[in-house]
């Protein structure tokens, strides 16, 4: 996601269109905007005003939108280029290749011979573990994901969103200074719990590995913010740093990142579309309407991103599975 003028002043400012309107719905981050038709023609200063309000408020809500796969690809080409996944589930459209419909990760579970909810648990068995950007172990994950909602629960399963951002400015200098030296490896299925005996889905995550080094702090390529780089899905170890010391840091970093204060929980209704930073947050999928037994039925489209630079200005650094550009 691309955007033009002076880095330091991204964060901070957005433009104004009549009719339309951006407004806020938590102290660090989340926005609504009202007033635009996702699905028409955009005017240029449109997209500059939810380019602006993303990079300000790292997500963006929109309701009532009428985006089908093909409105939803190019109301995402307006602000990059969107990534085409190697592998998806059949839930996902077949003539879209850019749209990953999140229903396919029900399938998940039954691929690998146990039920939806034991695949769910023995991945996330801590309470931050669901807590991630989007493919936080690539080396250059997405810069930008925009979902958009089809049908929902009538209550329970909301999203919840952190500002990776605020979180580090509201650490200690103390603290900020020695994360910014710091690196750490980001690897596909950390913390999984294996089943007894032969567990295919353990098979499957050893032959699919997917690794990258990131700095802990990043350095926003659009706004020049520091960025707490950390989840609880993908973050491994920080390099150089013995197990439990890093285990305690990260603990920290990540309870500091997911802070309510730094925050946002937005309430999805048919038609709703959130658009997010993918460099600067995290979320967390929601975990309360499984036994519902509802359908939930999103569809998502990414923006390919960079390379992360740390503040010391080196590069992410590949280790296995994974190469910059190439999905």
Same mark, same amino acid.
């Given at each position: 996601?691309?955007?033009?003028?002076?880095?330091?002043?991204?964060?901070?400012? %957005?433009?104004?269109?009549?009719?339309?309107? *951006? /407004?806020?719905?938590? =102290?660090?981050?989340?926005?609504?905007?009202?007033?635009? +038709? @996702?699905?028409?023609?955009?005017?240029?200063?449109?997209?500059?005003?939810?380019?602006? #309000? *993303? /990079?300000?408020?790292?997500?963006?809500?929109?309701?009532?939108?009428?985006?089908?796969? #093909? !409105?939803?690809?190019?109301?995402?080409?307006?602000?990059?280029?969107?990534? *085409?996944?190697?592998?998806?589930?059949?839930?996902?459209?077949?003539?879209?290749?850019?749209?990953?419909? %999140?229903?396919?990760?029900?399938?998940?579970? =039954?691929?690998?011979?146990?039920?939806?909810?034991?695949?769910?648990?023995?991945?996330?068995?801590? $309470?931050?573990?669901?807590?991630?950007?989007?493919?936080?172990?690539?080396?250059?994950?997405?810069?930008?994901?925009?979902?958009?909602?089809?049908?929902?629960?009538?209550? =329970?399963?909301?999203?919840?969103?952190?500002?990776?951002?605020? #979180?580090?400015?509201? $650490?200690?200098? &103390?603290?900020?200074?020695?994360? +910014?030296? $710091?690196?750490?490896?980001?690897?596909?299925?950390?913390?999984?719990?294996?089943?007894?005996?032969?567990?295919?889905?353990?098979?499957?995550? $050893?032959?699919?590995?997917?690794?990258?080094?990131? &700095?802990?702090?990043?350095?926003? &390529?659009?706004?020049?913010?520091?960025? @707490?780089?950390?989840?609880?899905?993908?973050?491994?170890?920080?390099?150089?740093?013995?197990?439990?010391?890093?285990?305690?840091?990260?603990?920290? @970093?990540?309870?500091?990142?997911?802070?309510?204060?730094?925050? *946002?929980?937005?309430?999805?209704?048919?038609?709703?579309?959130?658009?997010? +930073?993918?460099?600067?947050?995290?979320?967390?999928? &929601?975990?309360?309407?499984?036994?519902?037994?509802?359908?939930?039925?999103?569809?998502?489209?990414? @923006? #390919?991103?960079?390379?992360?630079?740390?503040?010391?200005?080196?590069?992410?650094?590949?280790?296995? =599975?994974?190469?910059? !550009?190439?999905?």
């Amino acid at each position: 996601m691309t955007t033009d003028g002076p880095r330091a002043e991204q964060a901070g400012r %957005t433009e104004q269109v009549k009719g339309v309107e *951006v /407004l806020p719905v938590a =102290g660090h981050i989340g926005a609504e905007i009202t007033g635009v +038709d @996702l699905a028409g023609p955009l005017e240029d200063a449109v997209v500059s005003l939810i380019r602006e #309000a *993303v /990079l300000r408020w790292k997500v963006v809500f929109f309701r009532g939108q009428r985006l089908d796969h #093909a !409105g939803h690809v190019a109301f995402a080409r307006r602000f990059g280029e969107p990534v *085409v996944l190697g592998r998806r589930g059949s839930a996902s459209p077949a003539d879209f290749p850019e749209v990953e419909t %999140t229903a396919d990760r029900l399938e998940l579970g =039954g691929r690998f011979g146990m039920e939806h909810e034991e695949w769910l648990q023995r991945r996330r068995h801590t $309470l931050l573990r669901g807590w991630h950007c989007d493919h936080g172990a690539r080396v250059d994950p997405p810069a930008a994901t925009i979902l958009r909602a089809q049908t929902v629960p009538p209550y =329970g399963g909301d999203t919840t969103w952190a500002n990776l951002a605020a #979180a580090y400015a509201g $650490l200690s200098a &103390p603290v900020r200074a020695f994360a +910014d030296g $710091l690196r750490a490896e980001h690897r596909l299925g950390v913390g999984y719990q294996p089943r007894p005996g032969d567990d295919a889905y353990l098979r499957h995550l $050893l032959d699919h590995q997917v690794a990258s080094v990131h &700095p802990l702090v990043r350095v926003h &390529p659009e706004t020049g913010e520091r960025v @707490l780089f950390v989840n609880g899905y993908y973050l491994e170890q920080i390099t150089g740093v013995s197990r439990p010391e890093s285990a305690a840091v990260l603990q920290m @970093l990540l309870e500091q990142a997911v802070r309510p204060e730094y925050t *946002v929980r937005f309430r999805w209704e048919p038609g709703s579309v959130a658009f997010w +930073d993918n460099r600067a947050t995290i979320h967390l999928a &929601p975990s309360d309407n499984a036994h519902l037994g509802l359908p939930r039925i999103m569809h998502r489209v990414m @923006l #390919a991103g960079d390379v992360p630079v740390g503040v010391d200005g080196r590069p992410s650094v590949p280790v296995t =599975g994974t190469e910059a !550009g190439r999905w």
